[in-house]
């Protein structure tokens, strides 16, 4: 990945969190500001705190971080959790935040691969990100291409994150001359 020390000027607060669908699954939230060259991760959630428990976290790190849209992968059960989530942010005062559940039904390890070049491109870090960022890191950089990994939450999310980016504007030539 690119380390960055500054973030872009012109961005998005986007957050992308995928729910854990097992015990043995983490939770894993990513904050980010969303650019044209790529995806500038702020701030990142990987924990097996039971939902009530990140419920509550989210909802503040969604108001800190002043996340304009949500992407949350919504399967196994994942509704409840959108809909508790977002009636905690609205109870919260969050009126930014706006939600977008969906429903993954691709191959995970297919999705990972396919998208690797692409999150290895877009996908920016803070210089310290290995270290407030342990679990995280630890399940990213130990991820294998072929075999077994006990974690793959990580770029999981991380390929969630490029795949829900805006597509680019598109901007006429007439419009860069202001003629429109």
């Known amino acids: ?19 854990a669908d097992s015990g043995a ?14 995806n500038y991760i702020t701030d990142v959630l990987y924990t097996k ?5 990140t419920e509550t976290t989210l909802t503040y ?3 800190q971080h002043q996340v304009e849209r949500c992407h949350i992968e919504s399967n196994n059960g ?5 809909s508790n989530l977002q009636q905690r942010s609205w109870d919260t005062g969050n009126r930014l935040t706006r939600f977008n559940p969906f429903h993954q039904n691709q191959n995970k390890t297919a999705r990972i691969f396919a998208a690797s070049a692409s999150v290895q491109k877009l996908i920016k870090m803070p210089l310290d990100w290995k270290k407030r960022f342990p679990k995280f890191a630890r399940d990213l950089t130990g991820y294998l291409r072929v075999g077994t990994n006990a974690h793959d939450d990580a770029p999981d999310a991380l390929t969630g994150s490029i795949e829900c980016r805006q597509p680019p ?6 419009e860069m001359f202001g003629r429109i």
């Open 1 to 19: 990945f690119t380390c960055y020390t500054d973030l872009p000027s012109r961005s998005y607060s986007v957050a992308y969190i995928d729910a």
């Open 78 to 82: 994942g509704n409840l959790f959108v």
């Open 169 to 174: 504007k598109r901007v006429s030539v007439a």
């Open 61 to 63: 790190m969604l108001q």
């Open 25 to 38: 699954d983490y939770l894993c939230a990513l904050f980010y500001k969303e650019a044209e060259d790529g």
């Open 49 to 53: 705190d039971p939902m009530e428990v």
